[in-house]
């Protein structure tokens, strides 16, 4: 029987790749499920598009601020344990928006898509707080559309992000992939990176196919985080 605990106490540096499963427990929906971000939407990734956001400001405001804000989710205890651990030896690479392994005290954390609460002015590029945003989309200031610094479909990933993300991965002698089914590109892409000699582990409710060894813990990671 495969013990995660063992294998993060005797790993060198650990890194976790997070998605969207691991905010669930904290009230925050994913995007695929029944009941996720994207359920009675069409188009749902036209919605958080680039063109929707230039051509359909309105429109993308609504969307975003109505389904995708929680500002008053708390970490639960996967964010909590993955603070710890990191924050001795080891990195967060999410593809979380939510702010929420910042705000458990993580202080090693790559946002690979970015933040929502880290908002700016498209015009001028000053930064506003995010309840300013949750008011109007416009700055006062110039007139000009806010917007949340996440990536968006039809952008790229920053340069910084990636090549934080990369390091992260290829330091790792134990990866740990939680809470995503791991379909998103270029995220799931990244264990390209890792050193040949690095472990591979995913906890996942559901079994998620790799295209190399892992080990895979079949089962809720609230409980898997809470027993480490």
Do not use: W
Not at 152 to 170: F, K, M, N, R, T
């Amino acid at each position: 029987m495969f013990d995660l605990k063992k294998a993060i106490d005797k790993a060198k540096y650990v890194t976790f790749l997070t998605g969207a499963g691991i905010s669930t427990p904290s009230g925050i929906p994913d995007y695929r499920s029944k009941n996720g971000l994207y359920a009675g939407h069409e188009r749902p990734e036209y919605l958080l598009s680039r063109e929707n956001l230039q051509q359909n400001p309105a429109s993308f405001y609504d969307f975003v601020k109505t389904n995708m804000y929680f500002p008053e989710a708390k970490p639960n205890v996967i964010h909590e344990k993955m603070a710890e651990i990191t924050n001795e030896k080891g990195c967060i690479v999410t593809q979380n928006v939510d702010g929420l392994h910042t705000k458990a005290g993580a202080k090693n954390v790559v946002e690979f898509h970015g933040n929502l609460y880290d908002i700016y002015c498209q015009t001028c590029g000053k930064s506003v707080p995010y309840q300013t945003y949750l008011t109007d989309y416009h700055h006062d200031e110039d007139g000009g559309v806010l917007r949340p610094n996440i990536v968006l479909y039809q952008e790229g990933i920053s340069q910084q992000a990636l090549e934080g993300a990369v390091a992260a991965i290829e330091a790792a002698d134990l990866i740990v992939v939680v809470g995503t089914s791991f379909q998103v590109y270029p995220f799931a892409s990244l264990i390209n990176y890792r050193a040949k000699t690095a472990q591979l582990v995913a906890v996942n409710k559901e079994v998620l196919s790799f295209n190399m060894p892992v080990t895979m813990i079949q089962g809720d990671a609230q409980t898997v985080f809470a027993q480490l």
